[in-house]
T-cell receptor, first 113, second 110 residues
Framework: GAVVSQHPSRVICKSGTSVKIECRSLDFQATTMFWYRQFPKQSLMLMATSNEGSKATYEQGVEKDKFLINHASLTLSTLTVTSAHPEDSSFYIC?????????FGPGTRLLVL | QKEVEQDPGPLSVPEGAIVSLNCTYSNSAFQYFMWYRQYSRKGPELLMYTYSSGNKEDGRFTAQVDKSSKYISLFIRDSQPSDSATYLCAIIIPGGKLTFGQGTILTVHP
């Protein structure tokens, strides 16, 4: 199957700082990538759809100014959590879309103190 | 009504048992069906995907889709402790987004 990587795998930051998470498709080109967050013992919640070369589309209730998404190439999308607060602590997962399905990255665990 | 419904379990079986995981979906227009496995603190791993009614087999795993009853299943034969994880059914909805079931927590004990 296709491989998606994420960096960093884990980050701890102070409240008020910004954190950038990278998502890369390693062996395929992903015109579309998705960003999810997952709270403990819950299913994945779609945050936004990232399309290469255009603005991301955010799901209802997700603040686009807080979660900045950039998809500058066919293999890289970034999610920046701006002015992070403790309630932003979560597991963030990206996926790359192929014609048939989506392949997920290993996730990034964010802890905001 | 949710687009995809999945029994969250938890499900606990002895090693070697056959496991049956099930989901139902609401819209007959859905065409692509997937099963993911997620270990704790990891991203979901694609196990199988299919787009037609019938069975698809891959090793110990068999995915089954019944479009007439809007029912999808995953069977695991000869289950192993390493199969212990959360299993998520997922469907691609119009627009290319995935919608997930709630996930079933499976424990296979030695």
């Amino acid at each position: 199957g296709a491989v998606v990587s994420q960096h960093p795998s884990r980050v701890i930051c102070k409240s008020g700082t910004s954190v950038k998470i990278e998502c890369r498709s390693l062996d395929f080109q992903a015109t579309t990538m998705f960003w999810y967050r997952q709270f403990p013992k819950q299913s994945l919640m779609l945050m936004a759809t990232s399309n290469e070369g255009s603005k991301a589309t955010y799901e209802q209730g997700v603040e686009k100014d807080k979660f900045l998404i950039n998809h500058a190439s066919l293999t890289l999308s970034t999610l920046t959590v701006t002015s992070a607060h403790p309630e932003d602590s979560s597991f963030y997962i990206c996926s790359g879309k192929t014609r048939e399905t989506q392949y997920f990255g290993p996730g990034t665990r964010l802890l905001v103190l | 009504q949710k687009e995809v419904e999945q029994d969250p379990g938890p499900l606990s079986v002895p090693e070697g048992a056959i496991v049956s995981l099930n989901c139902t979906y609401s819209n007959s227009a859905f065409q692509y069906f997937m099963w993911y496995r997620q270990y704790s603190r990891k991203g979901p791993e694609l196990l199988m995907y299919t787009y037609s009614s019938g069975n698809k087999e891959d090793g110990r795993f068999t995915a089954q889709v019944d479009k007439s009853s809007k029912y999808i299943s995953l069977f695991i034969r000869d289950s192993q402790p390493s199969d212990s994880a959360t299993y998520l059914c997922a469907i691609i909805i119009p627009g290319g987004k995935l919608t997930f079931g709630q996930g079933t927590i499976l424990t296979v004990h030695p």
